[in-house]
């Protein structure tokens, strides 16, 4: 355990690794008292490092050593050093094979980092630096080597034997035992290594490639879930025709594997080869998964596959270029999810985790670029910026130089890098010459924290026809970096008439009539673009699906806002205007509860309602109205109570006016003969089971029998869990515990399902308070080893249940000070992550703040704190 301060790594003090592996040849003993693992590196000499000295370190990580040979001698004490966190043999020649032999115990490895077991099955977790615990090596992404891997285990309890690669050997060893010899012909970094020993069964599929090769597609996962598979085998064979025909990437091995565990720290991992899923972003059948759980696990499988590429053929040079990947496959699968579904609601989904979530973050203490410039522990920057803002940022490239160019670039850069490990400024390089596009500015975007702000002015000349729009930006400071230079921002904008239609928008000096869009390239800290032959005042539509992000301000008026809800011709700023004149309506009666709810937004809301010919995606998402946790990333200090029950009131307010059409909603929304995740069917689904929610939110006795008997016959778990959501978040007490009861009774078997029961009632605003989330902690079912369980109580009640998560009387705060204290050594990953809803301690009223700091101050004073929660708290408390 630590007890000295943990030590900052710095970007500035990278150097290439002193040594190579050019070969890896790894052999697994797996027992149940723990496994043997014997590595044999080839190694030498990098001829690119400047000769710091003759010493080799390697990187180890709660390993117990047994053997060091230097080329087939084994070397005395004295001829190496155990430091514990490093190997060091100080004295090598320029190439050499080196052997080591550990110890581990996988069965007590409660980190989920490295090799350890979930279910009784052995698996690993090597990003980012995992590999270290289950072997000394240099583990660091530069270093990529080829892995051979002998796998050897009892062969009735661990059937099946997995590595990277292709199976090369098999065969049976005395004792009951058998192996399996894995190879894997590309260079890979170690935090890609992966190995898996357990009884699963395996779904077989195939997959012939463009070129007319043959891909051998194996989903491995214990046999209760086996009719869980076909919507990830789907999913990935959809994923690897769009990777072939919109990037023209193919993939390169004869087998494609996918493995499913219970316990996980995160969503998958993308394993050469070899990928490991969280069951939950991999397992789903119309019967006892969401239309969300669908779409997530249709853009998980894919992000996962499409890393074989951006991540796996291409890596990062160090821990600093996580967004490299990240950034760049997160951008590839949602355009594969808006190619899949609706474009529309895709950016609006995109946009919203931005502004709720991201913007929050980089508002926050733990504020970073998309390229950090140092950090204590890797693990903590797994983040909304390094994943959502990075693909925000790939995302303006495609923008700024139009899909042909950034394919040619994206071409160039695989061309140019594969098997090389590379650095984001080596991704917008070959952007650049591909496009001869210069993207000097455009790099801020790597190096700056903070979202930037576009403040937005405009005035009509009506003698002269010509609109002039003022914008001005400036980026907040944030930890360790003010007085930001102006970031290169484009931004798309059109112009209403006053019909509503598009006016195609010429700029001063140009000659014919343009587009309906302009793409504005804002380079300085003010521009004023001026618009000629403008007939009349137009109504600006700013930022154009999105086309940045940032904050944009302009003070539309509300008429203004409904006139682009119904006109604007980007969907994506006809659903904003909504947002924009929701939150108007909502900090309007907040703290006024004489003040009546603008009769603009109900009949807004109705016309939407009623409209049978509007897009029902686009229609589900404009109804819904702007989240807590957003109003709260609005709010300068934010009062959670206050902000809740303003949100209260126009949700009730809306339910009520709209009753007579929300009951035709939900009557109109029949259930679809055959489940299937289109579009139109989720977008049904999803106004079906909003209109029930919002009636029973009132206390609607009609939608309380629909509820029952959409609970009792649903065919779909999307149905059933809507109607239990509802019955939960209502007033009737009987019928919600009557529903809560059946449904564990009915699904108690299947823990994906019990995770969601978990999840409806820890963040019910209604019924989930404290002392019901401690009850839950309680539950049979409830398991403090799995994070999935933690994520579905404490995470769904700190994240999602503000109003009882932000209980004046600080007793939310002190509970997740607890539970973080209380998993900080089992598990610092998933207590790190916890930590997150109390960062933000000084975006909040006084009457929080306090209790939030203070909790945060009782995190700090534990013993021997693990560097991740270390890092964040440190980080939150410091001045
Ligand atoms: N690359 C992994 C994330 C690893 C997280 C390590 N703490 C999954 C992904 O982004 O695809
Ligand atoms: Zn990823």
Redesign the pocket.
């Known amino acids: 355990m630590r007890t000295s301060q943990p030590k900052t790594i710095y970007l500035s003090e990278y150097r290439v690794p002193d040594f190579l592996v050019d070969h890896v040849d790894l052999r697994f003993e797996l027992f149940e008292e723990g496994a043997r693992v014997h590595s044999t590196m080839t190694m030498r000499r990098n001829p690119e490092a400047s000769g710091s000295g003759e010493q080799l370190e390697l990187n180890g990580d709660s390993l117990t050593l047994e053997s060091v040979h230097l080329d087939g001698r084994a070397l005395q004490a004295g001829e190496y050093e155990d430091r514990g966190e490093w190997l060091v043999v100080p004295s090598v020649p320029d190439a050499f094979e080196l052997k080591v032999v550990t110890w581990i115990e996988p069965q007590n490895n409660t980190r989920l980092e490295g090799l350890y077991k979930s279910s009784g099955m052995f698996c690993t977790?090597c990003?980012?630096e995992g590999f270290r615990c289950i072997t000394y090596f240099p583990d660091r992404p530069d270093v990529m080597a080829r892995y051979r891997t002998r796998i050897e285990a009892d062969k009735a309890a661990y059937p099946i034997l997995l590595s990277n690669g292709n199976d090369v050997d098999r065969g049976d060893l005395d004792g009951g035992r058998h192996y399996v010899t894995w190879e894997d012909p590309f260079p890979k970094p170690s935090y890609l290594f992966a190995l898996v020993a357990g009884d699963l069964v395996e779904q077989r599929d195939s997959f012939t490639t463009l070129s007319g090769r043959d891909i051998d597609l194996r989903i491995y996962i214990e046999p209760r879930n086996a009719e869980k598979t076909d919507h990830a085998m789907d999913s990935l064979k959809r994923a690897m025709r769009w990777d072939e025909e919109v990037y023209g990437r193919e993939y390169d091995l004869d087998i494609f594997m996918i493995v499913a565990v219970d316990d996980f720290?995160?969503?998958?991992?993308?394993n050469k080869g070899l990928n490991i899923f969280n069951s939950s972003c991999v397992l789903a059948r119309p019967e006892s998964e969401t239309d969300m759980a669908f779409q997530r696990i249709e853009s998980i499988v894919a992000?996962?596959y499409f890393?074989n590429w951006s991540?796996n053929r291409v890596t990062c040079r160090d821990w600093f270029q996580l967004s490299l990947?990240?950034g760049f496959?997160v951008f590839r699968d949602s355009q594969f999810s808006a190619d899949m579904g609706s474009p529309t609601v895709n950016r609006i989904e995109n946009a919203t985790l931005l502004r709720t979530a991201q913007f929050a973050e980089d508002g926050g203490p733990m504020a970073h670029p998309v390229r950090p410039a140092s950090y204590m522990e890797i693990?903590n920057f797994?983040t909304l910026t390094i994943?959502e803002k990075g693909a925000e940022v790939v995302r303006m490239i495609h923008t700024l130089l139009g899909p042909e160019l950034f394919r040619q670039g994206s071409d160039l850069y695989f061309q140019r890098h594969d098997g090389e490990a590379v650095t984001t400024d080596d991704f917008v390089k070959a952007m650049e010459d591909a496009s001869a596009k210069d993207l000097g500015q455009f790099r801020l975007w790597y190096e700056q924290a903070g979202t930037p702000e576009l403040v937005v002015e405009d005035d009509y000349d009506k003698a002269e026809q010509v609109y002039r729009l003022t914008i001005r930006q400036s980026i907040p400071d944030t930890p360790g970096q003010t007085d930001k230079k102006p970031q290169h921002i484009p931004f798309a904008v059109g112009l209403l008439d006053t019909e509503g239609n598009d006016i195609p928008l010429t700029l001063a000096g140009e000659s014919g009539s343009g587009e309906p869009t302009r793409v504005l390239e804002l380079t300085e800290r003010e521009h004023v673009f001026e618009f000629t032959g403008v007939g009349s005042r137009p109504v600006p539509s700013l930022l154009r699906n999105f086309s940045a992000p940032v904050r944009v301000n302009y003070p539309w008026n509300r008429d203004q806002l409904m006139f682009l809800m119904s006109h604007d011709s980007d969907g994506f700023n006809r659903w904003d205007a909504g947002q924009r004149l929701a939150v108007d309506v909502i900090h309007e009666v907040s703290g006024h509860a004489e003040t009546e709810v603008d009769p603009r937004l109900i009949n807004a809301s109705r016309t939407l309602l009623d409209d049978r010919d509007a897009d029902q995606a686009l229609v589900a998402k404009m109804l819904q109205l702007p989240s807590e946790a957003y109003l709260i990333e609005l709010a300068e200090q934010a009062d959670v109570q206050t902000i809740h029950h303003a949100r209260e009131r126009v949700l009730k307010a809306l339910a009520t006016a709209l009753r007579d059409d929300l009951m035709a909603c939900y009557q109109r929304q029949q259930p679809a003969e055959s489940y299937q995740v289109t579009p139109e069917d989720v977008a049904s689904r999803s106004l079906r089971n909003m209109a029930l929610a919002w009636l029973l939110h009132i206390g609607d006795e009609e939608a309380r029998d629909l509820a029952l008997a959409q609970f009792q016959s649903a065919t779909n778990m999307t149905d059933q869990s809507g109607a239990l959501r509802a019955l939960v978040n209502s007033p009737f007490e009987e019928e919600r515990s009557r529903a809560l009861d059946a449904f564990y009774q009915q699904w108690h078997r299947d823990p994906q399902v019990v995770e969601q029961w978990f999840s409806i009632q820890a963040s019910s605003p209604v019924s989930g308070d404290l002392a019901a989330v401690r009850r839950l902690l309680e539950h049979e079912a409830f398991d403090w080893k799995n994070p999935n369980k933690i994520r579905h109580v404490v995470g769904a009640f700190a994240g999602q249940n503000l109003v009882h998560f932000h209980d004046q009387d600080g007793s939310g705060y002190q509970f997740l000070a607890d539970t973080i204290r209380r998993l900080d050594d089992s598990n610092p990953?998933i207590a790190a992550r916890l930590t997150a809803p109390l960062t933000r301690w000084r975006k909040f009223a006084h009457v929080y703040s306090e209790g939030m700091r203070k909790a945060l101050e009782s995190v700090r004073d534990k013993d021997g704190l693990s560097r991740d929660v270390y890092e964040i708290v440190h980080k939150s408390l410091a001045e």
Do not use: C, D, P
Request: charged letters at 25%; proline letters at 0%.
């Open positions: 977790q990003e980012a720290n995160m969503g998958a991992m993308e992000h996962e890393h991540g990947k990240e496959t693990s797994y994943y990953q």
